[in-house]
């Protein structure tokens, strides 16, 4: 599980499995707490599978919906909403095939 961000003491992890499949039309982030390690909750994004299956570069929307969903999560940390939910994200065919690059979403720098 690729960490992708760390947020107000807690660590927002991608929980994308080995065998993943665009068409499984999610995203799962999972949220622990840095300092005891313990599950907090999970998030998970959904949208619509259907308008990837004509696109080159898939992983470059899939960096999209991961960027909008990460925002969302941050929300709820802010607002101590720490229960698990799932919300369904919409984009627009334009949004997901344009040239302009993909949000970044850098791993934090580690001190191990």
């Known amino acids: 599980m690729p960490l992708i961000d760390r947020y107000n003491g807690l660590l927002i992890y991608d929980a994308r499995e080995t065998n993943y499949r665009v068409l499984d039309g999610k995203e799962v982030l999972e949220v622990f ?4 390690g ?3 909750f999970r998030f998970s994004a ?9 696109l080159d570069s898939k992983e470059k929307a899939i960096q999209r919906i991961l960027a ?9 940390i802010n607002t101590g909403a720490l229960n698990d939910e ?16 993909p949000p970044s979403i850098t791993l934090p720098f580690s001190r191990a």
């Open 33 to 36: 707490s840095e300092a005891t």
């Open 38 to 40: 313990a599950l907090v």
């Open 46 to 54: 959904y949208y619509n599978p259907l308008q990837f299956l004509t």
């Open 68 to 76: 909008r969903a990460l925002d969302y999560v941050r929300g709820k």
């Open 86 to 101: 799932m919300q369904h994200f919409v984009f627009s065919r334009k949004e997901l095939v344009s040239e302009a690059p």
